[in-house]
């Protein structure tokens, strides 16, 4: 039996026809543009989904599940897509204008969520009874997986990792909170602590790297130059690191899961982010002696979304309940 | 079929034989004096078992099993204790020195879990699918029941939710990082905010109350004095609650459990706590429209170490696998 996976990001819409194990076996793609009413980006949704069907040479009839991950959280009861920052939606109907076009189950899950999933099932996490997945983008995302399946709370609100406070009266969030991890541990914190840096030090090679426009300075900009030796960014990137340990370790004081996942931009750092956060873990840890959970980076990349949205359709309809592991 | 639960704290060993639905049927208690070699502590203990059996007019044969919850972390592999800090215990063979005295299987496991789960068997948070479980004591406590069963982890080191960061670089805290929970969240943390504050105002109500010996305040110092309507008492426990329902949310956005259950010496505030901290939350949540974690007050008190343990020691046996609901 084939599934339908769907990544519906804020810019771009990623489909593709997946098989049991969570191999891609054909996708396509298209533009969100997500500044359209929903009923036009989800009609491009069942066009991008058809796409994908008919390059690998499927008809709808071969898909089991449609499993969608959004940018946001859904209650699957009803269908609807409760909130959507990035896409601007608040209570859409995705499943009911979803299935106008491809008459088959739809699931949707949120995308941090779904990519944890995938690692768990196709990834750097397979085989694992537990694990957390953090994304390190522009915000911090988060997945849960527990006992093989999906953990998304009691309320459908679990996994918001990025908005746990860090900092108590810390820096603002856009969630309207103050001091929550994502302002220490995104993409976004090496970005504001560059600026603040550049602010201090106008000539630093940071500076000099974006040519004193530090709107253009990105968290790239910071790790290859800390990468390349430049004292100020190792300063800055070892700072972030001792910020995601922090992190990390809250993470398996809470949960101890048996691998700690990361993916998003910054993870794209590769070994050097890797090495120098577990450098940093175990000074951090309750229990010294004990061992913890490993600390890996995503394998399955941008396929993530793909993947993790079939692999949940799958289990949401094949497996009775979803996210109790009873 | 009964079970046989034994609570060793610092100062008090309770024992009590318990039946499938949880009552105690028999108790019995003793002192620790954990001074002493760890022989005698466990040769009190089995002692103290023996009693509450006598009093029941149960013999051994009559037990199932044994559960004993620490104050500390256990390896049930081996019956060995890793680290029980306040009984100053490094891998001591609890089981098998326990076993010399009563020879039934023994299960060992951490207090607050044990606790935790002992209200989501015949306490408050019973029924519940999911629920987080904090003492408010000397320090903070977590349980983490899932699925019905206890949480704590792939390594048996979840659930330190007293030591997860809530302040980077905040207030140092006994287990060597800085700005753990526990140092905001704890009656320790009550009282060093009301010491800090009798330092600057040697004549405010709490000083008063204590007759000026700032080693006499307690937690339920402040509470009294705040219930009575005392300003600087108020704005204290405020403070605290404060703290406090920042922790709890910290607890919804990453797990989200259908209740979070408060108990230890703090929660003996009753309402009054529950109140204020209730009315701290909506403000914090990330999904403000949505439902989230009921928040309630622990019901079994002191009950709960025994009745915990024993159903703890129940299930682990009769269910296979312990902490993982598959």
């Excluded at 519906?8 to 009413?37: K, M, Y």
């Excluded at 449609?66 to 409760?82: C, K, L, Q, R």
């Excluded at 190792?234 to 398996?252: D, M, S, V």
Aim: with cysteine; proline share 4%; glycine share 12%.
């Amino acid at each position: 039996m084939l599934y339908l996976g769907i990544d519906l990001g804020g810019s771009h819409i990623g489909c593709g026809v997946v098989d049991a194990q969570g191999t891609i076996l054909s996708n396509a793609d298209a533009r969100t543009q997500p500044e359209r009413p929903y009923q036009e980006v989800i009609r491009d949704m069942a066009a991008c989904a058809m796409q994908a069907l008919t390059l690998g040479g499927y008809a709808p009839k071969d898909i089991a599940t449609i499993g969608i991950g959004i940018p946001g959280i859904a209650d699957n009861e009803t269908g609807m897509v409760i909130f959507c920052t990035n896409l601007g939606w608040t209570n859409v109907p995705l499943r009911d204008e979803l299935q106008k076009y491809l008459n088959r189950p739809v699931y949707i899950e949120n995308d941090a969520t779904v990519a944890g999933f995938a690692e768990s099932v196709a990834g750097v996490s397979k085989n694992c009874v537990s694990s957390v997945f953090l994304t390190l983008g522009t915000g911090v995302g988060g997945g849960i997986v527990l006992n093989g399946r999906p953990w998304t709370g009691a309320h459908g609100v679990a996994t918001e990792i990025g908005h746990i406070t860090m900092e108590i009266d810390g820096i603002p969030c856009t969630c309207g909170k103050d001091g929550c991890l994502e302002r220490y541990c995104s993409a976004t914190a090496i970005i504001r602590m560059a600026r603040e840096m550049c602010l201090a030090h106008p000539d630093c090679a940071i500076a000099q790297t974006v040519k004193g426009d530090l709107d253009n300075i990105t968290a790239k900009t910071v790790i290859d130059l800390a990468r390349g030796g430049d004292d100020i960014a190792i300063h800055l990137f070892h700072r972030y690191c001792r910020y995601l340990a922090i992190g990390i370790n809250t993470i398996i004081s809470f949960l101890d899961p048996e691998m700690v996942v990361l993916g998003g931009g910054v993870s794209h750092a590769g070994a050097f982010l890797l090495d120098t956060v577990r450098a940093k873990i175990p000074s951090l840890l309750m229990f010294k002696t004990m061992p913890y959970a490993d600390i890996r980076l995503a394998e399955l990349g941008n396929d993530a979304g793909i993947i993790g949205s079939a692999m949940l359709a799958r289990i949401s309809f094949e497996g009775g309940q979803f996210a109790r592991a009873d």
